[in-house]
């Protein structure tokens, strides 16, 4: 009789999943099929410069949008975000729905990223260093955590759903332009580009995010699906703000005064915060990271890597990488899944061009 029970419960439980499971794959297969067609009535005869329609001030920076619904991004399914970082600036560590490419277009930092499911600390070889500047033929292993120092030039990629923070150590501002591909089969959403913060509240930003969101009259959206993008916006705050206090204080074993401080819902510094002391961390050398980078661009075979020790950043901007080059017109350097495989699994590519000013 309990075993005939027994059964009996899991049969509902297996045809309850099995019509959930379906309900979401012909939701997620309708919205691809949607957006298979608003590429289709896409039709751009000129392409035009466009500057940030938002402003958001943090207090150590300042983040811009662009407008989302222009045509032209709407096309390319792309979102376009630039930060720009004070010095001893954090950005607040956050996920995406969607894959993105962050170039550095100004200054210098350190950047850290966490892939679920990897290590969040690697182990490097090192050689020490004797008297008289003699490098000893003994090496040893050095661990350090997965932070990456980044300069002017430096494209970063990152999967969907890595979470990653970068921190201003320079003496200039830090400038970055992230470009997000909401239409990437990896993002399991809707197409609008979603964060989803590990710290602080940038509550206002997100709020007013959704409101610009929820005015998207374009590309024939009927009254029900402006009514699901209503329902489906952010709340603003970080994802420690869905639990409950105390759920956290036993989950991580603090006190409850630290687990309202991981919720910051008091918090109304914004996206980008001040770091009051120098910011700490065990990273490799710049040296050693160039060098680990020539080597892979020397010895990539497409097999040695995987998903956990994929590179995920590349400088585009040395002149000696160039892939075009005219004396009298500039040079173009391109950035595939053959210099950083990863950008094989995102389907991005990219391309950094420079003009010379000569006069006649």
């Known amino acids: 009789m309990a075993y005939s029970s027994l059964l009996s419960l899991s049969l509902c439980f297996f045809v309850l999943f099995h019509g959930c499971f379906a309900q979401i794959e012909q939701e997620t297969q309708r919205q691809r099929q949607q957006q298979q067609r608003f590429r289709t009535e896409c039709h751009i005869d000129n392409l035009n410069a466009q500057e940030p329609t938002q402003r958001f001030e943090s207090e150590a920076g300042v983040t811009e949008y662009w407008d989302q619904n222009d045509q032209q991004f709407q096309c390319a399914g792309v979102a376009l975000v630039r930060h720009f970082i004070q010095r001893r600036g954090l950005l607040l560590p956050s996920f995406s729905n969607a894959p993105q490419l962050i170039y550095v277009v100004q200054g210098r930092g350190f950047q850290g990223a966490v892939i679920p499911g990897c290590p969040e600390t690697f182990q490097s070889d090192s050689s020490s260093q004797g008297r008289g500047g003699r490098r000893s033929q003994q090496r040893g292993s050095d661990q350090h955590q997965k932070v990456r120092q980044i300069r002017e030039g430096d494209i970063l990629a990152l999967p969907a759903g890595v979470a990653h923070w970068i921190y201003n150590d320079g003496e200039s501002q830090l400038v970055l332009v992230s470009l997000l591909d909401t239409s990437n089969q990896a993002n399991q959403l809707d197409e609008n580009p979603r964060k989803f913060y590990l710290a602080g509240n940038p509550q206002q930003e997100q709020q007013q995010q959704g409101e610009r969101q929820r005015q998207r009259q374009r590309w024939g959206q009927g009254q029900g699906q402006s009514r699901r993008q209503e329902g489906s916006q952010q709340s603003g705050s970080n994802i420690f703000s869905g639990f409950d206090e105390d759920f956290l204080a036993d989950s991580f074993n603090v006190e409850n005064e630290l687990a309202r401080r991981l919720q910051s819902r008091d918090d109304q510094r914004g996206r980008i915060v001040f770091v009051q002391d120098e910011l700490q961390v065990l990273s490799p050398q710049r040296q050693e990271q160039e060098r680990e980078e020539r080597r892979w661009e020397r010895d ?57 000013n000569v006069r006649k």
Request: aromatic share 8%.
């Open 300 to 356: 990539d075979n497409g097999v040695e890597e995987t998903f956990c020790t994929l590179r995920l950043q590349h400088n585009i901007a040395d002149p000696r990488n160039a892939d075009v080059y005219n004396p009298r017109g500039g040079r173009l350097t391109s950035l595939n899944s053959l210099n950083l495989p990863i950008l094989r699994y995102l389907q991005l590519s990219a391309e950094r061009g420079v003009l010379y």
